[in-house]
């Protein structure tokens, strides 16, 4: 969990997903975002899984990659501009009774960065 300074109504997030193999479902959400003001419930925005690549046989275990994507977070109600929220990323999404749920297929999510869109 962070804090990030937002100047802008929504913070954008650029990111690449690799994985073992490929869903066959293709029902995965590859990771969630939480975005939060003290004291409020977090918004959510859960991020599917986008298409992947082969990446040869030759790379880690996480054969399958996305192109550098972005994701645009909005923000909670109630936060003043220019201003500060919490926000949290992880893989998979949370369940009702507030767990986390991974996907079924070995995921990695790398974080480019975080920051106001272009």
């Known amino acids: 969990i962070r804090d990030v300074y937002v100047p802008a109504a929504v ?6 997903v ?7 479902s293709g029902e995965v959400n ?9 004291g409020a419930e977090p918004g959510t925005l859960s991020i599917g899984m986008p298409p992947l690549a ?3 046989v030759s790379t880690t275990p996480l054969r399958y990659g996305s192109e550098v ?3 645009d977070v909005p923000l909670p ?22 767990q ?11 974080i480019d ?3 106001a869109p272009q």
Not at 11 to 16: A, D, E, I, K, L
Not at 30 to 38: C, G, H, N, Q
Request: aromatic share 12%; charged share 15%; glycine share 10%.
């Open 18 to 24: 690799f994985a073992e193999q490929l869903d066959p």
């Open 100 to 110: 986390l749920s991974p996907p079924p297929v070995r995921v990695a999510v790398i």
């Open 113 to 115: 960065h975080i920051g």
């Open 69 to 71: 994507l972005t994701a």
């Open 11 to 16: 913070y954008r997030v650029w990111y690449r």
């Open 54 to 56: 082969d990446l040869g």
């Open 30 to 38: 590859a990771f969630t975002i939480e975005t939060a003001l003290p």
């Open 77 to 98: 109600a109630g936060l003043k501009l220019p201003g500060f929220i919490g926000y949290a990323i992880f893989v998979g999404d949370r369940r009702p009774c507030g």
